[in-house]
């Protein structure tokens, strides 16, 4: 048996020449926060839709956690929230998630659980349409969580939420993960999706061009180092077994080698008479890997 | 089943606009058959005041069920239905457990239970109407019976629900209210309304207009009692006939429902949700 909770083979949505999602192969498995990135456009909400089965793809096909998405056993085992959350502005929070949780067949009092894990217990008899931006983000997350759900899709829960709020949230996303839940979370916000997911898939032009651990993603560390004369610098380090590659950089070296070996590095500089006056560890961040593999000709991690 | 109906209900009752189209339809709807042809000249009409009385209830309120109480129907089909676009909770509701069938089967149910307080809000104004003026008149209060009461009170519910399940059909395809709302009304008054009007003089038009909401909806009405001359003065609504039998008019109707039913549901189970 998979243990893949979100499976797709070649899974493609055109818009008439547009093509939306192109062929994506998408694995996410049991149990872990999975990063979904990309670009405005690239793709990301339109591949949610289709997984829960709100768009038919053109082409290629999904399971979701082993079923057809859309189908009625995927739906009463999955809590989504993508875009903006959809809410009836008349009526309060607490009549909104019961109308929910009458279709999901969800126990009434998971209204007020909900309402209390997301923290609007306070304000659940007032109109949503008196809601700020946050509160609606947290009101949608709430009514995703109704079902206490296998596999969470929430699709940029952040929007809307001050520096603290999205601090929380990125907290409670973590606590929701516990448990061996799944949660697929969509968003641009590099910093988001660093802090919370286990795995990371960005995503381009409908296609997803790179895939792993946050720590794969932003590849091995390597050692910037500022030396003088440079030229006789690069070449006494360019010998040392512990170096696999030397590049100039303006004034300075970018050395392929882990960073335990930044001390021998210095001493065999230092010893041949070579002033070092800068050493330390270089190591591309998830934004940095995010503009590489998303502009054009970038993808070949 | 029974908590997605329980859900929807919530959904309208709570909704300011169902409660504000009862409201003004019941006013409206008591006003133009009872206040402003008694004010104007109660024995003009070819029963005298016989229409304003209680004994005539049934068929002086139906007689404003097909077009005006349609147009109201119609908007409370559209909102039920369109206004989910617009906030984006079809999209929330669809991934939930029931599935989109389901789901739409749950508002069509509500919808329909919601339309049976504007059929009774009117009758139930329409008798203290009948009752005042018979006081006015020292006329005897003498009621329908039961049965009429009962078959004119269906016969309200299965007119005002056609239009309904028209609205909830034009919402689908619009995806929004106004577009919905705006080809409804020009349906009711340009399509069929002047085309029913040509079909005096253009006899190749009577079979077709025979087939509209209007025409067989007055006719269930005529056979409750509404007259021909409330009918053909119905103003914007109005009808100079053929009438069709009333078994033909139950049957196109009940078809109508169906249909646009139907159609609705075949549309929002197949199309994307963006």
Same mark, same amino acid.
């Given at each position: 048996?998979?243990?893949?909770?979100?499976?797709?083979?070649?899974?493609?949505?055109?818009?008439?020449?547009?093509?939306?999602?192109?062929?994506?192969?998408?694995?996410?498995?049991?149990?872990?926060?999975?990063?979904?990135?990309?670009?405005?456009?690239?793709?990301?909400?339109?591949?949610?839709?289709?997984?829960?089965?709100?768009?038919?793809?053109?082409?290629?096909?999904?399971?979701?956690?082993?079923?057809?998405?859309?189908?009625?056993?995927?739906?009463?085992?999955?809590?989504?929230m993508?875009?903006a959350p959809g809410l009836y502005p008349y009526l309060s929070g607490r009549d909104n998630l019961r109308v929910l949780a009458g279709h999901?067949?969800?126990?009434p009092?998971?209204v007020e659980?909900v309402l209390s894990?997301t923290g609007l217990s306070a304000r659940a008899g007032d109109r949503t349409a008196t809601y700020s931006m946050g509160m609606k983000q947290r009101l949608g997350v709430a009514a995703a969580?109704l079902?206490?759900?296998?596999?969470?899709?929430?699709?940029?829960?952040?929007n809307g939420l001050?520096?603290?709020g999205?601090?929380?949230?990125?907290?409670?996303?973590?606590?929701?993960?516990?448990?061996?839940?799944?949660?697929?979370?969509?968003?641009?916000?590099?910093?988001?999706?660093?802090?919370?997911?286990?795995?990371?898939?960005?995503?381009?032009?409908?296609?997803?061009?790179?895939?792993?651990?946050?720590?794969?993603?932003?590849?091995?560390?390597?050692?910037?180092?500022?030396?003088?004369?440079?030229?006789?610098?690069?070449?006494?380090?360019?010998?040392?077994?512990?170096?696999?590659?030397?590049?100039?950089?303006?004034?300075?070296?970018?050395?392929?080698?882990?960073?335990?070996?930044?001390?021998?590095?210095?001493?065999?500089?230092?010893?041949?008479?070579?002033?070092?006056?800068?050493?330390?560890?270089?190591?591309?961040?998830?934004?940095?890997?995010?503009?590489?593999?998303?502009?054009?000709?970038?993808?070949?991690? | 089943?029974?908590?997605?109906?329980s859900s929807e209900l919530l959904v309208l009752r709570k909704r300011a606009a169902t409660w504000i189209l009862l409201g003004?339809?019941?006013?409206?709807?008591?006003?133009?058959?009872?206040?402003?042809?008694?004010?104007?000249?109660?024995?003009?009409?070819?029963?005298?005041?016989?229409?304003?009385?209680?004994?005539?209830?049934?068929?002086?309120?139906?007689?404003?069920?097909?077009?005006?109480?349609?147009?109201?129907?119609?908007?409370?089909?559209?909102f039920a239905?369109g206004s989910e676009y617009g906030w984006d909770t079809l999209k929330a509701l669809?991934?939930?457990?029931?599935?989109?069938?389901?789901?739409?089967?749950?508002?069509?149910?509500a919808?329909?239970?919601v339309?049976?307080?504007?059929?009774?809000?009117?009758?139930?104004?329409?008798?203290?109407? /009948?009752?005042?003026?018979?006081?006015?008149?020292?006329?005897?209060?003498?009621?329908?019976?039961?049965?009429?009461?009962?078959?004119?009170?269906?016969?309200?519910?299965?007119?005002?629900?056609?239009?309904?399940?028209?609205?909830?059909?034009?919402?689908?395809?619009?995806?929004?209210t106004?577009?919905?709302?705006?080809?409804?009304?020009?349906?009711?008054?340009?399509?069929?309304?002047?085309?029913?009007?040509?079909?005096?003089?253009?006899?190749?038009?009577?079979?077709?207009?025979?087939?509209?909401?209007?025409?067989?909806?007055?006719?269930?009405?005529?056979?409750?009692?509404?007259?021909?001359?409330?009918?053909? /003065?119905?103003?914007?609504?109005?009808?100079?006939?053929?009438?069709?039998?009333?078994?033909?008019?139950?049957?196109?109707?009940?078809?109508?429902?169906?249909?646009?039913?139907?159609?609705?549901?075949?549309?929002?189970?197949?199309?994307?949700?963006?």
């Amino acid at each position: 048996m998979t243990d893949h909770v979100i499976e797709t083979r070649a899974l493609t949505k055109r818009y008439g020449e547009i093509v939306a999602v192109d062929a994506l192969e998408l694995r996410v498995r049991r149990g872990e926060v999975y990063g979904f990135l990309g670009p405005n456009g690239a793709g990301k909400t339109t591949t949610l839709r289709m997984l829960l089965g709100l768009v038919r793809p053109t082409a290629g096909d999904a399971a979701v956690l082993g079923e057809p998405p859309g189908s009625r056993v995927a739906l009463a085992r999955i809590g989504a929230m993508v875009e903006a959350p959809g809410l009836y502005p008349y009526l309060s929070g607490r009549d909104n998630l019961r109308v929910l949780a009458g279709h999901a067949g969800a126990a009434p009092e998971r209204v007020e659980a909900v309402l209390s894990e997301t923290g609007l217990s306070a304000r659940a008899g007032d109109r949503t349409a008196t809601y700020s931006m946050g509160m609606k983000q947290r009101l949608g997350v709430a009514a995703a969580l109704l079902k206490d759900p296998e596999l969470l899709i929430l699709d940029e829960p952040t929007n809307g939420l001050d520096p603290a709020g999205m601090a929380e949230m990125r907290a409670f996303i973590r606590s929701l993960a516990q448990g061996g839940r799944t949660v697929v979370l969509s968003s641009h916000l590099m910093g988001e999706v660093e802090q919370v997911s286990d795995r990371v898939g960005v995503i381009r032009d409908g296609a997803l061009v790179v895939e792993g651990t946050v720590d794969q993603l932003r590849g091995r560390s390597s050692l910037r180092l500022r030396a003088e004369p440079l030229a006789r610098a690069a070449q006494l380090v360019a010998a040392l077994p512990e170096v696999s590659a030397v590049a100039t950089s303006g004034r300075l070296l970018d050395v392929t080698a882990d960073v335990t070996a930044a001390a021998g590095i210095n001493q065999a500089l230092v010893s041949a008479g070579i002033a070092v006056s800068e050493i330390g560890e270089r190591r591309a961040s998830l934004e940095d890997v995010f503009l590489e593999v998303t502009s054009n000709g970038g993808g070949s991690r | 089943m029974t908590r997605q109906l329980s859900s929807e209900l919530l959904v309208l009752r709570k909704r300011a606009a169902t409660w504000i189209l009862l409201g003004i339809w019941t006013l409206l709807g008591v006003f133009f058959a009872y206040v402003v042809p008694y004010a104007l000249d109660p024995e003009d009409g070819t029963g005298g005041i016989r229409p304003f009385l209680p004994e005539s209830l049934a068929g002086t309120l139906l007689a404003g069920f097909p077009f005006f109480g349609g147009v109201f129907a119609l908007m409370l089909g559209v909102f039920a239905l369109g206004s989910e676009y617009g906030w984006d909770t079809l999209k929330a509701l669809f991934t939930q457990r029931p599935g989109r069938l389901r789901v739409f089967a749950g508002k069509l149910a509500a919808l329909g239970i919601v339309l049976v307080p504007f059929v009774l809000a009117l009758f139930a104004a329409g008798a203290v109407a /009948s009752v005042v003026i018979a006081q006015i008149e020292g006329a005897p209060v003498n009621w329908p019976s039961a049965w009429l009461l009962v078959r004119a009170i269906a016969a309200g519910w299965l007119i005002l629900a056609v239009w309904a399940t028209l609205g909830v059909l034009l919402g689908v395809l619009t995806r929004g209210t106004s577009l919905a709302i705006g080809v409804g009304i020009l349906y009711a008054l340009v399509i069929e309304g002047l085309l029913s009007a040509f079909a005096d003089s253009v006899g190749a038009l009577e079979p077709l207009t025979q087939g509209f909401l209007r025409a067989n909806g007055y006719s269930l009405a005529a056979t409750l009692g509404a007259t021909v001359d409330s009918i053909e /003065s119905s103003g914007p609504g109005s009808y100079a006939g053929p009438l069709v039998s009333s078994v033909q008019a139950l049957a196109v109707l009940v078809a109508f429902v169906a249909a646009f039913a139907a159609l609705s549901g075949y549309l929002l189970r197949r199309r994307d949700v963006e």
